[in-house]
């Protein structure tokens, strides 16, 4: 009575093991951007709950930038200038943050990661 063996060669353990650490590499660089970007979104929200009548669009942007510092979000990746108020046609506004962030991966090959978020605002915006 011949048994047959079943599994996987060593071959074939080797290609998988490299497909795994390819996309472990991957995930190493990408996963600090989105946990970063989680910050983001708290910061906003905490921004946004507190309420803003009769704050200018430059006390919300120092306001939100001092919670990112809390929320370990780097200075250099988000720029005042990506911290904008949108109004809609209802009057009522929302804090919206929108970066791009490029990642290098290896060799001339880098991730661009878009971040676009929006929030509603309480109360008034003052010009």
Do not use: C
């Not at 930038?65 to 005042?80: L, N, R």
């Not at 060799?107 to 010009?127: E, R, T």
């Amino acid at each position: 009575m011949k048994s047959k063996q079943s599994g996987v060669t060593l071959i074939g353990f080797l290609i998988i093991m490299a497909i795994v650490a390819f996309l472990g590499y991957m995930a190493m660089k990408l996963v600090p951007s989105y946990s970063e970007y989680m910050g983001v979104v708290k910061a906003m929200n905490q921004v946004a709950s507190e309420g803003t009548n009769g704050k200018t669009l430059d006390d919300i942007r120092r306001g939100l930038m001092f919670k990112m510092g809390f929320q370990y979000v780097d200075d250099a990746t988000i720029k005042p200038a990506d911290i904008t108020i949108k109004r809609d046609a209802g009057g009522a506004s929302q804090l919206q943050v929108s970066y791009d962030k490029e990642i290098p991966f290896m060799y001339n090959i880098d991730f661009l990661l878009h971040f676009n978020k929006s929030v509603p605002l309480q109360g008034n915006v003052s010009q």
